[in-house]
């Protein structure tokens, strides 16, 4: 359901309907979504769905990230269009707000593997960035969830057996992110953010902190970067359709309404929205560190944790080491 509205977006959004042909990999679907799939794509004759089974090509290659493992279809793309010198891949978990082709058409690869976006939440949140823990040479890590391929360039040097290889041999923390970061060894054209924005891995930081890392002083007025971002992300937990998350769940249900699946209503969780409001009155009465204490996080929504959270921030501002301690200890036990 989530793809089918990400690729109803981009139809929407295209100037050209023939200017590009769409490859939908559908993998381990149920008989009732591969109709409703079928029934979506007749309309359309760029569409093309390639129907695939993960159980025994992957066997063994998950790991504990909430990505599933039909993200490893993505080291095949080579082979799944093999007359292709170039694709962009997109996540499911996407929403397109502008044309891609008009975009993408004028960004030359050359000889780099990929252009992507360097994904700030793994560069600056993790105390041991993957690659580094991984022994790589390079540390500049792109987010997977969109990228232009180099497909003629991974075919001639084998990439797709190093990504399998990598993948069964060392462990990593993102299903396929971190196989292609060490792969490609660092050959990669960097893009702006507003072509991959990633919605909640952005609010973790302030507009000072993303203008810096990206170079792109845009953020300090998200509303007009709101209007020239190009493709959302909702690289998460926390997705528009099962939450409903303001600005994003209402551009979801803008295209939802126009896929197969429209007669099933959404059922939306509002705690986000809550700490989002709780956060929104802090903003001109409260300093940033106890603001903090509201901010979603991509692994807890609960406002019952609120206050321990709220409560562990006032500490760090009046109270020595010992006593955070405690509350700590006490936040744990909840």
Not at 75 to 87: G, M, R
Not at 97 to 104: G, I
Not at 198 to 217: I, K, P
């Amino acid at each position: 359901m989530p793809t089918v509205t990400a690729i109803t977006s981009l139809v929407e959004n295209l100037s050209n309907l023939n200017s590009c042909y769409v490859h939908l990999i559908a993998v381990d679907l149920s008989n009732d979504s591969k109709e409703l799939i079928q029934a979506f794509v007749q309309n359309y004759s760029n569409i093309i769905v390639h129907h695939k089974e993960s159980e025994s090509m992957f066997q063994g290659m998950d790991n504990s990230s909430h990505v599933s493992t039909a993200a490893l279809f993505k080291f095949l793309l080579p082979e799944i269009l093999p007359t292709a010198d170039q694709v962009l891949y997109l996540d499911g978990d996407i929403l397109i707000n502008r044309d891609l082709y008009e975009y993408f058409k004028g960004i030359e690869l050359g000889n780099h593997y990929v252009a992507a976006m360097k994904d700030i939440n793994v560069m600056k949140r993790k105390k041991v960035p993957p690659l580094e823990r991984l022994g790589a040479k390079h540390q500049s890590y792109f987010n997977s969830g969109v990228m232009l391929l180099n497909l003629k360039k991974m075919r001639e040097e084998g990439m797709t057996e190093q990504l399998i290889e990598f993948k069964k041999h060392k462990k990593s923390s993102y299903m396929d992110q971190d196989a292609f970061n060490f792969c490609f060894k660092g050959d990669v054209l960097f893009l702006p953010p507003k072509i991959n924005y990633l919605t909640f891995g952005f609010h973790n930081f302030t507009s000072t902190e993303l203008s810096t890392f990206y170079q792109d002083t845009s953020f300090y007025n998200r509303e007009k970067m709101h209007e020239e971002v190009v493709i959302y992300h909702f690289a998460s937990k926390w997705k528009p359709w099962n939450y409903c998350l303001a600005r994003y769940t209402s551009l979801f249900l803008k295209h939802y309404k126009k896929t197969p699946y429209n007669k099933n209503k959404l059922k939306l969780n509002y705690v986000i929205q809550v700490n989002f409001y709780i956060l929104y009155c802090l903003k001109m009465i409260a300093p940033y560190s106890l603001r903090k204490a509201f901010e979603p996080s991509s692994r807890k929504a609960s406002v019952i944790k609120v206050p321990f959270k709220l409560i562990k921030e006032f500490v760090k501002i009046i109270t020595p080491t010992g006593i955070q301690l405690i509350i700590d200890k006490m936040k744990s036990k909840q």
